[in-house]
């Protein structure tokens, strides 16, 4: 007597739809060697619904919150026809990234050029939203205040201590700048969650 | 099935109005989804893919899916059914990225060496994080998460019997690694 294929008792679990399983249920009614393979195959299934959720190492929320932010800028600049800004939306994504993926190995000087290089492109972006929105309520309001307050003071920080040191040690102003940066990316996110929540 | 229930519930009679806010790109409630289902997001990854890092891009990449095709949810089944289905797809996604990897040619290869260190009965884990990736994806993706051979196969690109072979080789080499043994 042949015994059944793994294929077949596998079929015999779905009886009914499965064509040719009829015959090898009617096998494994007879054959205590097939029904006990059977057996095996349920317990096996069974124990594999049975085995742990295994759960995430680490919490990967921020990272998509941050590609959704970009994504959404992204839709922004292109349905407002903010064609220019399209190299802003991958430097947006420099930004926002930066706490989640090792920065690239560079000397200081260049990351403050790019630095800089981000702080005037989210200048151009933030004129661009800020001219398009006619209508701005008390919320937007509000939030964007407080974050023009402390690049404002930041700006003066800035201004002071660009007066105090020279060319050479220009990379000391990174954090500063980098904080600036990092407001005036808050500061667009305050502009286009508003433009999301109303259709544009 | 017992595992969708439990995680639906977890959203119960609240899942509505949370589907309506993340539609209007409300991000405390794209979290809320987040927490509700990234347990279930990742082991499904996990199960799936060889390695955390990769189960934990699939984990991001379908919560940014869902986000983003929140719109094609009709609402018409269980919410999780809808998020289990961008999850799984998400992992397909990546076996096929890494397939390279995945013949049994080289999965074969790989093991001869260590093949005498092999114990004679393994646990259920090591046998099927054993299992070449695509049986692997089949008999997970059939014998625990519930999806048909039809399912399978749209989601795979695939025909319905490359997977019920898949299937059938999987449990045949559970089967010899798991033992003669009655499993308790
Ligand atoms: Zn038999």
């Known amino acids: 007597m042949m015994h059944l294929t793994m294929e077949q008792l596998l079929a ?71 064609g220019a800004l399209a190299l802003a939306a991958s430097l947006l994504l420099a930004v926002v990234g930066r706490d989640l993926m090792a920065p690239p190995a560079a000397n200081a000087s260049d990351q403050l050029t790019t630095v800089m290089a981000e702080s005037a492109t989210l200048e151009q972006a933030l004129r661009q939203i800020r001219s398009s929105q006619q209508v701005t309520d008390a919320y937007t309001t509000r939030a ?22 020279s060319p050479a040690t220009r990379s000391e102003l990174l954090p500063l700048w980098r904080e600036r940066v990092g407001l005036m990316d808050a500061l667009v996110d305050v502009h286009l969650t508003r433009a999301h929540n109303v259709g544009l | 099935m017992t595992k969708a229930l439990a995680v639906d519930s977890y959203l119960a009679g609240d899942a509505e109005s949370v589907v309506a806010r993340v539609r209007v790109g409300d991000p405390a409630a794209l979290e809320i989804l987040y927490r509700a289902y990234e347990a279930p997001v990742f082991n499904l990854a996990r199960r799936i893919c060889r390695t955390v890092e990769d189960a934990e891009d699939v984990l991001q990449e379908t919560f940014f899916e869902v986000y983003r095709s929140i719109g094609q949810y009709r609402g018409d089944g269980p919410l999780w059914g809808w998020v289990r289905r961008v999850a799984s797809s998400k992992a397909l996604m990546r076996l096929r990225r890494n397939k390279y990897r995945d013949t049994d040619e080289l999965f ?77």
């Open chain 2, 108 to 184: 074969d290869e790989a093991h001869a060496v260590r093949r005498e260190d092999t114990p004679l009965r393994m646990d259920l884990e090591a046998a099927l994080e054993r299992l070449p990736e695509t049986s692997r994806a089949v008999v997970w993706l059939h014998d625990v998460e519930g999806y048909t051979h039809e399912e399978i196969a749209e989601m795979m690109d695939r025909t319905p019997s490359f997977s019920k072979s898949q299937l059938s080789r999987a449990h045949a080499k559970l089967r010899a690694w798991l033992g003669e043994e009655a499993l308790t």
């Open chain 1, 12 to 82: 015999v679990r779905h009886a009914g739809s499965e064509p040719g399983s009829a015959e090898s249920q009617a096998h494994v009614q007879v054959c205590p060697e097939c029904a006990a393979e059977l057996d095996r195959l349920h317990q096996r299934v069974a124990r594999l619904r049975a085995l742990p959720t295994l759960r995430p190492p680490r919490d990967r929320f921020a990272a998509v919150a941050a590609r959704v932010r970009h994504d959404r800028r992204q839709l922004y600049f292109r349905r407002t026809g903010i």
């Open chain 1, 144 to 165: 964007a205040a407080s974050l023009e307050d402390r690049i404002a003071e930041l700006d003066h920080e800035l201004e002071s201590a660009q007066m105090q040191t």
